[in-house]
């Protein structure tokens, strides 16, 4: 499973961006899907999953109520609404053939390489 991360860029706090996951080479349904961000100088962060058949959506404390996460047969999305500069990182989407999702790095599968977010007025 090969996955690209795509609609990042710059943006303003307050204004909203949707990340899109597109994976090729396999079947996205037979995996989860989970998002990751890593700030400057900070750990990697689990901040959203979503399980095989859409039925479980996780969201970390950092970004509950703000991001939604959804998915089609071959794509996964993470609507960010009301950016704040603290929301600056490198987005990565993984997969795991796990049924459950889950928010922990080592139990990916298959990664993308990222697309950059930074929020600055």
């Known amino acids: 499973l090969q996955l690209v991360e795509s609609g990042g860029g710059l943006v303003q706090p307050g204004e909203s961006l949707r990340l899109s996951c597109a994976a090729s080479g396999a079947t996205l349904s037979d995996y989860s899907v989970s998002w990751f961000r890593r700030a400057p100088g900070k750990e990697r962060e689990g901040i959203s999953c979503?399980?095989?058949?859409?039925?479980i959506k996780k969201y970390s404390d950092s970004v509950k109520g703000r991001l939604t996460i959804s998915r089609d047969s071959t794509n996964s999305y993470l609507q960010m609404n009301s950016v704040d500069p603290e929301d600056t990182a490198i987005y990565y989407c993984?997969?795991?053939?796990?049924?459950?999702?889950?928010?922990?790095?080592?139990?990916?599968?298959?990664w993308g390489r990222g697309t950059q977010v930074a929020v600055f007025s």
């Open positions: 979503i399980s095989r058949n859409g039925a």
């Open positions: 993984g997969a795991s053939l796990d049924w459950r999702c889950e928010l922990q790095p080592a139990l990916m599968d298959s």
